[in-house]
């Protein structure tokens, strides 16, 4: 396995998890666990950010485009 195949798998493994502590943080209704999900949210979106720089860096991840003025309006508009 290369480091970007691994980088990029990991990067999509931390988007699946915190998907899934969103929803757990919607779902619950007991105040410390959402407080801890939130809390664990929080320190997996910094530890993506950080490996989603290292990516962009090495170019192992390449961005999507910046959306044109057009798209941003058509976008403002159908809302």
Do not use: F, H
């Amino acid at each position: 396995m290369t480091e970007k195949i691994a980088i990029n798998d990991t990067l999509s493994t931390l988007n699946s998890i915190i998907n899934l502590i969103n929803y757990s943080i919607q779902q619950t209704n007991n105040k410390n666990l959402r407080d801890q999900l939130v809390q664990s949210r929080n320190t997996l979106e910094d530890y993506q950010w950080q490996l989603y720089l290292i990516a962009k860096e090495k170019e192992y991840y390449i961005p999507a485009a910046p959306a044109g003025a057009a798209d941003i309006e058509q976008v403002k508009n159908s809302l």
